[in-house]
């Protein structure tokens, strides 16, 4: 089955740096895009970044400039390396892909940010 394991969250200063990582199984990662989403308290899910199985990237506006999705398709592993940090970007980071018509999403990690 589909899994999609993230870490590297935790409490961070503003202006300090992350970088999450997301372990996917049960897929053939390369053909995979995988997408990094977030959701602060009382918010809706919102899309961070995401990446195509050839590499090209977006971003949403509040995080271009400062944030970075990659992949290493040889670990089956996404990246979201993310600088600059500020308040605002204290949430619960999510991983995802689509596999088949089905999104898959794993436990998610917490990124906090002080201020």
């Known amino acids: 089955q589909v899994q999609l394991v993230e870490s590297g969250g935790g409490l961070v200063q503003a202006g300090g740096s992350r970088r999450l990582s997301c372990a996917a199984s049960?897929?053939?990662?390369?053909?995979?895009?995988m997408g990094w989403y977030r959701q602060a308290p009382g918010k809706q899910r919102e899309l961070v970044a995401s990446?195509?199985?050839?590499?090209?990237?977006n971003y949403a506006s509040s995080v271009k400039g400062r944030f970075t999705i990659s992949r290493d398709n040889a670990k089956n592993t996404v990246y979201l390396q993310m600088n600059s940090l500020k308040p605002a970007d204290t949430a619960v980071y999510y991983c995802?892909?689509?596999?088949?018509?089905?999104?898959?999403w794993g436990q998610g990690t917490q990124v906090t940010v002080s201020s």
């Open positions: 995802n892909t689509d596999h088949m018509g089905t999104d898959y």
């Open positions: 049960g897929i053939i990662f390369r053909y995979n895009a």
């Open positions: 990446i195509t199985s050839g590499g090209s990237t």
